[in-house]
Structure formats: structure tokens, C-alpha cells
């Protein structure tokens, strides 16, 4: 098994900057793919940013891309994500979530953290 926990998020200005982190433990050698998705109130969860733990392979939606950087660092075990240029609809509920079964894409992952909250005021 594996465990994810975020930390980092928190409320912000508009045009303002976060960054989440996402620490794994257990099984932390089976990580070959992770990445950050997003939930507002009343919209499915999407794809955010994704990042291969092997090749550093980076994938960013269209909506967040130029804005938000997603990195790791293999040896703490530990994905990122640098949210700048915040806008009202970043809000949402952000997880982290490794090791998808299909592409990077879809939100079937085999493992989930509990999210955490960002609040981007206008």
C-alpha cells in the first residue's frame, strides 16, 4: 500500500502564488507516475498537471499551463506543484494521486491523497 498527503494549501489572492506538496510513503518504490487533479464545488475532478517519477516526462492541462510547475523530488519521496498567477477559478479541492492504470489523463488512479483546500479571491 500506499499513502499521499498534501499540504500547502491555503487562501490567496488573485494573481497571487501556492505551492502544494504531496509526500508518498509505503511503497514508494512501485511510483512510476503522479500527479495533481482538481475539484471545484459541483464539477468533476480534472486533470491538472502529471509527472513520470522515471523520465521527468511532464504533462499540464491547457487551463493551468505557463501558470503551475509541477516537479519531484525522488529522494524525499515527494511531488510539488508551484501554482502562480492565480485566478478565482483555480479554486477548488486539489489532489495528489500516483501510479495511473491507463495514461496520465484519467482520474483512475490506484492511489489518492486526502486533498487539500485553495481559495483564490477575486
Known amino acids: 500500500q500506499m499513502q499521499l498527503v498534501e499540504s500547502g494549501g491555503g487562501l490567496v489572492q488573485a494573481g497571487g502564488s501556492l505551492r502544494l506538496s504531496c509526500a508518498a510513503s509505503?511503497?514508494?518504490?512501485?511510483?512510476?507516475?503522479m500527479a495533481w487533479f482538481r475539484q471545484a464545488p459541483g464539477t468533476e475532478r480534472e486533470f491538472a498537471a502529471a509527472i513520470s517519477w522515471t523520465n521527468a516526462n511532464i504533462y499540464y492541462a491547457d487551463s493551468v499551463k505557463g501558470r503551475f510547475t509541477i516537479s519531484r523530488d525522488n529522494n524525499k519521496n515527494t511531488m510539488y506543484l508551484q501554482m502562480s498567477s492565480l485566478k478565482p477559478e483555480d479554486t477548488a479541492v486539489y489532489y495528489c494521486?500516483?501510479?495511473?492504470?491507463?495514461?496520465?489523463?484519467?482520474?483512475?488512479?490506484?492511489?489518492w491523497g486526502q486533498g487539500t483546500q485553495v481559495t483564490v479571491s477575486s
Open positions: 494521486a500516483a501510479n495511473p492504470p491507463r495514461n496520465v489523463y484519467h482520474n483512475d488512479y490506484d492511489y
Open positions: 509505503g511503497r514508494t518504490s512501485s511510483i512510476y507516475a
